[in-house]
């Protein structure tokens, strides 16, 4: 079942960069991209524990350059969010062109540049100004706290629920669990680690037409060591899973295969 995505995040409430609003508040036009060295990562899955993801997509981005720093959180205006912070625009620019679309656990990631530089950034880059940096962002937070367009449309949305007597009383909050990889149910699409970065699809579709039913093989060009392989029903999946999982394709490394989660 979809989970519903949150909200763009509130600029002023996290600690290291700005995704949509523009220094005065107002929301930044549709359609203008500003480098930056930070990019706003869109469309993750909220499933996943925040030190799994942060990980992840430091792995992910690491390969295009130093990645300064890595900035997620599990409340209700940063889930489904990220930022990440490279040293420079350039290399910035090219992870993402690279990236966007890419489906970490599952989901097409959505990547934009951040409106403004992280504290990371500014430490690295412009060490020299990082007071001011911070004074300008705790005075802009403190000054549009009651006015941020985003604030606001959430509490005209919660005095109109009192109105009308929906607001009703928060759901006890359900425990962050991540199921393990190994206990995931029953999938038609496989998806394969700890692959030799040498493989080619040729290969893998010589290994897994072994077994009946294959449908397709889909390499990632920017995480070599990772693929998924779909079959065209789970019973299929699931022979090759279990006949080929821990083989060793390079004769040292063994592959891990589990279902693709849902």
């Known amino acids: 079942m979809a989970t519903s995505q949150a909200a763009p995040v ?3 409430s ?12 107002t929301p930044q036009p549709e359609g203008e991209e500003i480098l930056s060295e930070t990019l706003y990562i869109q469309n ?16 992910l981005f690491k390969s295009y350059g130093e990645v300064l720093d890595v900035v ?9 969010q990220a ?34 530089r992280s504290d990371a950034v500014v430490k690295r880059l412009d060490i020299t100004n990082l007071e001011q940096h911070t004074s ?9 706290r009651y006015s941020n367009p985003l604030k606001q449309k959430f509490k005209a949305k919660r005095m109109a629920a009192e ?10 909050r359900r425990p962050n669990v991540q199921m393990p990889d190994e206990y995931l149910p029953p999938n038609k699409i496989l998806f394969l680690q700890n692959l030799p970065e040498s493989v080619t ?32 029903d789970e019973g299929s999946a699931g022979v090759a899973k279990d006949a080929l999982h821990n083989y060793k394709l390079d004769g040292e490394n063994k592959i891990k295969i589990t279902f693709a989660r849902k």
């Not at 490279?86 to 966007?100: D, G, L, T, W």
């Not at 109105?163 to 006890?172: F, S």
């Not at 040729?202 to 390499?219: C, G, I, K, W």
């Open 10 to 12: 509130d600029p002023h």
């Open 14 to 25: 996290m600690e290291d960069a700005t995704p949509t609003l523009a220094d005065n508040g």
């Open 44 to 59: 993750l899955n909220e499933k996943v524990k925040i030190d799994v993801l942060k990980a992840s997509l430091r792995g």
């Open 72 to 80: 997620a959180h599990s409340n209700l205006r940063m889930r489904g």
């Open 83 to 116: 930022f990440v912070s490279f040293a420079s625009p350039e290399i910035a620019q090219k992870a993402m062109k690279e990236v966007r679309g890419f489906p970490l656990y599952s989901k097409p990631m959505q990547i934009t540049f951040a409106r403004t």
């Open 136 to 144: 300008k962002r705790a005075e802009q937070k403190r000054r549009t």
């Open 163 to 172: 109105i009308d007597g929906a607001a009703a009383a928060p759901a006890a």
């Open 201 to 232: 699809k040729d290969q893998l579709m010589a290994l897994f037409s072994q077994y009946p039913n294959l449908h397709e093989v889909r390499l990632i060009p920017t995480k070599k060591d990772i693929a998924f392989v779909e079959y065209m």
